[in-house]
């Protein structure tokens, strides 16, 4: 199965910033421009919920509480997609996984954010 893997998180104040890096893998390279990507998270004792999409259009979409702090954006060219975090919370604080939004593949180890004084 299709499985993407997530880079860039780490520990950060509240009002930091952090950019995850999403990575296609080596089966998908020639049509991943195709792909409507999401970037996901999961908190402690919560469900994963869909943070952010971008379309093949470069469409994108937000979940209203990262509005206006989080921008999502992709190089089809480096087969990436990447999730800018300014500004961040506490309640942030997640594991944050890529994944295709319409057929979701396995889901990877995703990358840890933790927003934290």
């Known amino acids: 199965q299709v499985q993407f893997v997530e880079s860039g998180g780490g520990s950060v104040q509240p009002g930091g910033s952090l950019r995850l890096s999403c990575a296609a893998p080596?089966?998908?390279?020639?049509?991943?421009?195709?792909?409507?990507m999401g970037w996901y998270r999961q908190a402690p004792g919560k469900q994963r919920e869909l943070v952010a999409s971008i379309s093949p259009y470069h469409i994108t979409t937000y979940t209203d509480s990262v509005k206006g702090r989080f921008t999502i954006s992709r190089e089809d060219g480096k087969k990436r997609t990447y999730l800018q975090m300014n500004s961040l919370k506490a309640e942030d604080t997640a594991v944050y996984y890529c994944?295709?939004?319409?057929?979701?593949?396995?889901w990877g180890p995703g990358t840890q954010v933790t927003v934290s004084s």
């Open positions: 994944n295709e939004v319409r057929t979701p593949g396995s």
């Open positions: 080596r089966a998908i390279l020639s049509t991943y421009s195709n792909y409507h």
